[in-house]
């Protein structure tokens, strides 16, 4: 079982940046891919970013390309999301989640066995 606690949301203006972190228990941390989801007011949640197991690989949605970027440290058992140039529209809560030991699909919550009670970001125009 994976435990997950995400931190570093709250209050940004436009053009800010924040970095969310996402601590994770148990042993099995090194070996799944990781994910980041965000549900806006409103809205279904949705595909932020994730990365594969080592690291080498990563993933992103066309909204947030080029702006945000997903890291980890398995020494650590932390995943990372930077978020540059904030805008308005990226205010949602954001979701840290574990991929199933073997996802058939890395940008939907189906891919996910394990998630964060998420992290509140709000950005200011």
Same mark, same amino acid.
């Given at each position: 079982?994976v435990q ?5 949301g ?8 924040? /970095?969310?972190? @996402?601590?994770?228990?148990?042993r !099995?941390f090194?070996s799944r891919?990781?994910?980041w ?7 279904e /949640? ?5 990365i594969s ?12 390309k080029?702006r945000?970027?997903?890291s980890?440290? +398995?020494?650590?058992s !932390?995943?990372?999301l930077?978020m +540059? ?10 979701? @840290?989640?574990?991929?199933? !030991?073997?996802?058939l699909?890395?940008?939907?919550r189906t ?15």
């Open positions: 079982q997950l606690v995400e931190s570093g709250g209050p940004v203006q436009a053009g800010g940046s924040l /970095r969310l972190s @996402c601590g994770a228990s148990g !099995t090194n891919p990781m994910g989801f965000r549900r806006a007011p409103g809205k /949640r949705e595909f932020v970013a994730a197991s080592t690291g080498r690989s990563s993933w992103y949605a066309d909204s947030v080029g945000f970027t997903i980890r440290d +398995n020494a650590k !932390t995943v990372y930077q +540059n140039n904030l805008k308005p529209e990226d205010t949602a809560v954001y979701y @840290c989640a574990a991929a199933t !030991t073997y996802p699909t890395l940008t939907s891919g996910y066995e394990y998630w964060g009670q998420g992290t509140q970001v709000t950005v200011s125009s």
